[in-house]
């Protein structure tokens, strides 16, 4: 039997997969350390898109665009923290969700209104657009760039969170923000810097993505579904566990695409329901 | 039937289009009417008689008074989300066809006003709104074939006519029209026939056998997508059709997975319904995926409107066997002198040429103006009467209303993306080996339904 095609498949999955990553990581850090579910995660990666598209027509350079574009976007999210969910952190956590979602709303018309209603792309690099062969099939280099991202992504945040100082102080917070202030660690510098990562690594996300499948208002309503679902079934909070789970819901998605068509729509709902049923806590959520 | 026979039959068909095209341009032509040179004679100062050549539109008096002054219209289409700047092309050929009446004498001396509404804003609420509080006389547009079906069946209650311009259903003239016989609804624009049953007469002489599709998951790409293989495996059973694809629209960016997917099916030709963004982003990203190197055709019908050519510019693939994209009217076409002066007053007023849309609401409100001119009123059993059967030139060229089903019957071009790019308010890639398929070839008719030169 020829497993090209289903080889190929599954790097398309994998492509798939890290985008989904890419806002899931920065739901999953956010919620983790905020206990705030952030509805805007994906217009942000949206926005990032947006972005580079601008400082693409400014600098005319691709990969300028994209730190500039996930330095940016992980400003605007820390100016929201800043102004619109910090004087709420004390009350129930259904504001916080809700501010949230007025902030997906807020950027997504403004969006509409500074780049219009057309969808905006950046030209793909002809670097990225060179194809070499794997597995008999031919792949661009752009679509090996977003998958080892994703993982490189992964990796850069394990090590920041296990071993450096801040991350002890992360993880502290994450574990029990009460304790984490009497011993003098200033949780709501945390609150804010974590807020600045999670947003900016959407940012650079939505640079990444642009360059092949363009951004368009509403297009966060639609992927926020996906990176949703992905952290219910990592279990809210847990990095490796949405990391793990992108790939799952990417690559099976992709999969099903070839040999059951009929349901691939259906199938992240199934995949979510059949693990709510299993693991009500997520396949890698504790308690 | 030969080669040879059909060949003939061919000319015949082309015969019969032209003595029609030659009928209509002695009746309704779709122009303003003629400027005319006339020769007036004045008394000049001091009792001195000058003769002076003015122009002067020249009307003819107006057969019959309309009960009222204004005659208004009710254009609905999609106002947001991602279809509203594909409808714009549509409502700015409308307000050109609002204002070269009013310019010219409105209808029957009464004045035009045009009133848009947002399909996606519930489309029966916004129907019923014109009627009761604008009190237009008539409705037109709508291009989502649902917004189509939904708005039909309650034209009777209105009480209204219902000139659809855009939606392709074909659902809306055999079931509404035809089969529950609702007058009410004409349509101008040639429905799914287009899509599915004109693509696979180009199909059928490509070196393809292995077909795919990736059509949009709702009724418009199903339709297609079924007409395309039941008529290609008539008229070539060799074929065999490998993968079937759908993608939610609107909204999706992403066509990777249904990509790799039909390669990994086999598929040699590509088949996709997608329009608008979805269409140019699935060619950007088959060229960029290198698909298109290893497909040897692709057919997209509305590939080649315009937000499609002019979002792709010189980028628009080329396929080994052609990219095969096409439009229910495309601005080049026919080379007549209506369809230049549409396009050149297109272009002036608005900086980009008309997108196939742009016909529809342009030729609407003329169609408008044609069944009162003939009715001589507005009484909605004489305009259902004039339109039946009426022949129209318009920049598409000639319509005849099929009196049965209130389908306008007119001819639609396709071709492959040539080498040449040109550029008109933006880069166009232009098309070659144009084919343009007499509507006997692809239309389906009432009463069975069939395809005059497929199902004998």
């Given at each position: ?136 099939r031919s792949l661009i280099l752009y679509v090996i760039l977003i998958i080892v991202t994703g993982l490189a992504v992964y990796i850069a945040m394990a090590l920041l969170i296990n071993n450096t100082m801040w991350g ?120 | ?456």
């Amino acid at each position: 039997m020829d497993l090209s095609p289903i080889l190929n498949q599954i790097i398309t999955g994998l492509y798939r997969a890290s985008i989904y990553w890419l806002i899931a990581s920065g739901l999953t850090l956010i919620f983790g350390v905020l206990r705030v579910v952030n509805f805007a995660q994906a217009t942000l990666l949206v926005l990032g898109g947006y972005m580079a598209f601008t400082f693409y027509a400014i600098t005319g350079n691709f990969w300028i665009s994209i730190p500039l574009s996930a330095i940016s976007v992980g400003l605007i999210g820390l100016l929201s923290e800043r102004l619109l969910l910090k004087p709420i952190y004390k009350v129930e956590a259904t504001y916080q969700l809700l501010m949230t979602f007025a902030i997906a709303l807020i950027i997504n018309d403004l969006a509409k209104l500074t780049w219009g209603k057309l969808p905006v792309l950046v030209p793909l690099p002809d670097i990225l657009k060179i194809s070499v062969e794997i597995f008999g099939r031919s792949l661009i280099l752009y679509v090996i760039l977003i998958i080892v991202t994703g993982l490189a992504v992964y990796i850069a945040m394990a090590l920041l969170i296990n071993n450096t100082m801040w991350g002890l102080r992360v993880r502290a917070t994450w574990r029990r923000p009460e304790i984490a202030e009497s011993l003098r660690i200033n949780t709501s510098t945390i609150y804010s810097s974590v807020f600045f990562l999670g947003c900016a690594i959407s940012g650079m996300g939505g640079a990444l993505m642009v360059a092949f499948s363009p951004v368009a208002p509403g297009l966060g309503d639609f992927l926020i579904v996906s990176a949703f679902i992905v952290t219910v079934i990592a279990g809210m909070g847990n990095l490796l566990g949405a990391y793990i789970a992108s790939i799952i819901i990417g690559v099976s998605e992709s999969l099903f695409t070839l040999y059951l068509p009929e349901i691939d729509l259906l199938l992240i709902y199934l995949i979510m329901a059949i693990s709510l049923l299993l693991r009500p806590q997520g396949i890698f959520g504790e308690r | 039937m030969t080669n040879e026979g059909r060949r003939s039959a061919l000319k015949l068909i082309g015969a019969g289009i032209v003595g029609l095209a030659i009928g209509a341009a002695g009746g309704l032509t779709l122009a303003p009417e003629k400027v005319r040179e006339i020769t007036v004679t004045q008394t000049g100062p001091g009792g001195a008689t000058v003769t002076v050549t003015e122009t002067k539109t020249i009307r003819e008096a107006p057969a019959a008074r309309l009960p009222k002054d204004t005659i208004k219209i009710g254009l609905l289409l999609p106002k947001t989300g991602v279809w509203a700047p594909y409808a714009k092309y549509g409502e700015e050929a409308a307000i050109m066809a609002v204002e070269e009446i009013n310019d010219t004498g409105g209808i029957l001396g009464a004045k035009v006003q045009l009133i848009v509404r947002d399909e996606l804003a519930d489309v029966v609420k916004q129907a019923r709104e014109l009627v009761e509080a604008e009190k237009v006389d008539f409705i037109t547009g709508v291009i989502s074939s649902g917004n189509a079906m939904r708005l039909g069946p309650i034209m009777p209650e209105l009480n209204r006519l219902f000139i659809l311009a855009g939606a392709a259903t074909h659902r809306a003239t055999e079931e509404l029209v035809y089969k529950q016989g609702i007058k009410h609804i004409f349509r101008l624009n040639v429905p799914v026939y287009y899509e599915g049953i004109l693509t696979a007469w180009i199909a059928k002489d490509l070196p393809v056998k292995r077909w795919a599709g990736i059509n949009p998951d709702y009724e418009y790409g199903r339709v297609s997508w079924d007409l395309f293989k039941t008529y290609l495996k008539k008229l070539r059973p060799d074929v065999e059709f490998v993968a079937e694809q759908w993608f939610p629209s609107p909204g999706t960016t992403d066509f990777s997975k249904y990509l790799s997917a039909v390669d990994a099916a086999g598929a040699e030709g590509l088949f996709t319904t997608a329009w608008a963004d979805e269409a140019a982003g699935l060619h950007r990203q088959a060229a960029e995926l290198g698909y298109y190197k290893k497909f040897k055709a692709a057919i997209n019908p509305m590939g080649y409107t315009a937000p499609v050519f002019y979002a792709l510019g010189r980028g628009y693939p080329q396929l080994v066997n052609g990219m095969w994209v096409g439009a229910r009217y495309i601005w080049f076409y026919p080379p007549t002198s209506i369809n230049k002066r549409f396009v050149d007053a297109y272009v002036k007023r608005w900086g980009r040429v008309p997108a196939y849309n742009s016909e529809y609401a342009y030729t609407s409100i003329y169609v408008i103006k044609a069944a009162i001119e003939k009715a001589g009123s507005l009484d909605l059993d004489a305009l259902i009467e004039a339109l039946e059967g009426m022949v129209i030139m318009s920049p598409v060229g000639v319509r005849w209303i099929r009196p049965e089903d209130h389908q306008a019957v007119h001819e639609s071009i396709i071709g492959r993306t040539s080498d040449e790019v040109i550029n008109i308010g933006g880069e166009i890639r232009m098309l070659t080996d144009i084919k343009a398929v007499p509507p006997l070839f692809y239309y389906r008719s009432p009463p069975d339904w069939k395809v005059p030169m497929i199902d004998r």
